[in-house]
Structures are given as C-alpha cells and as structure tokens.
C-alpha cells in the first residue's frame, strides 16, 4: 500500500491504472489501521492493483471532493470510474471478492 500525497496526482493515479483502492483514515482511527493492514496484506497477493491510504488530515480538500465525511473509507475505482464507496462499518472481504471478479476479467 502507499501512502498518498498530492504529488501522485488523483486523477493521473485514475488514468493509469484499471483498478485503483482509495483508503481514507485517520490518525486517531483504530479501525482505519486494521484495514490498512489487511489491505496491504491483500495487496501482496494482487501486486497488480493499485492501493493508496490517504490521511484525511493531510488531504481534506480531495476528501471533501470526494463526498468522504466519516472514516474509515473504501473507494474503488475501476477504469477511472467510482466502482464502490464504503464508509463506517462494511465488509472489506465482500468487497475485495467483487475486486477480484472484476481483476480476473480486466488482467
């Protein structure tokens, strides 16, 4: 997983990638670190995908862009387009499992 700053460029992560994996957290959010550990953990396995955290407190204009207003969230992108938008409590295995069908048709 890598950690997201301005310099990636949200947009060119979209144009350059068919499935990308936005996580927004916070510091001060227990189940935010849980899910960046699994993400990276998954991620290992599906080197192919793109996953970024992006720390609200350093990026607050892109999450407010982006409708974020609770963490933690999942956002998937796929082939530029928002795909899936989970924010609280969701199950981040039913999501990684539609991530994985769509992988198995686009790679």
């Known amino acids: 997983m890598k950690n997201f700053n301005l310099t ?3 947009n060119k992560i979209l144009e350059n990638n068919k499935i990308v994996i936005f996580q927004y957290g916070t510091i001060t959010c227990a189940p ?4 960046k550990y699994k993400l ?3 991620q290992k396995e599906n080197s192919n995908i793109e996953v970024y955290y992006i720390p609200i407190e350093d990026n607050i204009e892109l999450a407010a862009q982006n ?9 998937v ?3 530029g387009k928002l795909f899936i938008q989970r924010s609280g409590y969701f ?10 069908k769509y992988k198995s048709i686009l790679y």
Do not use: A, M
Not at 91 to 100: A, P, R
């Open 8 to 10: 990636n460029g949200f």
């Open 32 to 35: 935010c670190h849980s899910l």
């Open 40 to 42: 990276t953990e998954w």
């Open 67 to 75: 409708g974020i207003l609770s963490t933690p969230t999942i956002e």
């Open 77 to 79: 992108y796929i082939e």
């Open 91 to 100: 199950s981040l295995d039913e999501i990684l499992n539609k991530v994985e």
